[in-house]
């Protein structure tokens, strides 16, 4: 769980919140130069997440095209929001560009 803490302070104009908010761990892999995430799974532990993470890093060692992330997020959803680059579909290049001249 993580806390946010919410105050107002007069004059400034700046709050925070207190609330609880659900954690979730997501590993994924990605090959960078095929555009394709290879693998995207969640975790609730965060031990389990961390040991899952040194595993991926020690498998994919010396792999210029794959990167590795470890992230936390409320959702899946979120996770797509804000780094959606990892969860975009590979579409294929215009060549009719280069043909048409």
Do not use: W
Not at 15 to 31: D, Q, R
Not at 41 to 70: K, N, S, W
């Amino acid at each position: 769980m993580i806390n946010h803490l919410r105050a107002h302070e007069p004059g400034i104009g700046v709050s925070f919140v207190i609330e609880e908010m659900s954690l979730v761990h997501f590993l994924l892999v990605y090959n960078g130069p095929g555009r394709r995430l290879e693998r995207c799974e969640p975790f609730e532990d965060v031990e389990a997440a961390l040991v899952a993470y040194a595993q991926a890093e020690d498998a994919y060692r010396g792999r210029g095209d794959i990167e590795v992330v470890l992230l936390g997020s409320d959702s899946i959803e979120t996770l797509k929001r804000t780094h959606g680059h990892y969860f975009e579909a590979p579409t294929e290049p215009d060549l009719s560009v280069l043909t048409s001249r």
